[in-house]
């Protein structure tokens, strides 16, 4: 499923438009990335939680070229799935 059909998936499901779907999709991404970048935690009761973690510096081999690369040290975003959702997978 991308981005199109999540938005139209949603429309229907909340008896709204797509474009008024679509905004607030946009609008939620925008609202975790700021909130990741501010260095919260995002946890949502039932859903799961998002989290900025950082990485440190590290030494990896191209496979191409056999030759080690120096990694610097970075933040990814991080989701985890709460227990209650993967429960529901579960059953």
Do not use: W
Not at 5 to 24: M, S
Not at 55 to 69: F, H, R, S
């Amino acid at each position: 499923m991308n981005k199109g059909e999540f938005v139209k998936a949603v429309a229907e499901r909340a008896n709204c438009t797509q474009k008024d779907a679509g905004i607030v999709f946009d609008a939620l991404v925008d609202t975790v990335v700021a909130a990741l970048k501010r260095g919260e935690k995002i946890s949502i009761p039932g859903f799961g939680s998002y989290e900025l973690v950082k990485k440190p510096a590290t030494t990896k081999m191209n496979p191409a070229t056999k030759k080690p690369i120096k990694v610097a040290a970075h933040k990814v975003p991080k989701f985890k799935f709460g227990k209650s959702f993967v429960a529901v997978f579960n059953n």
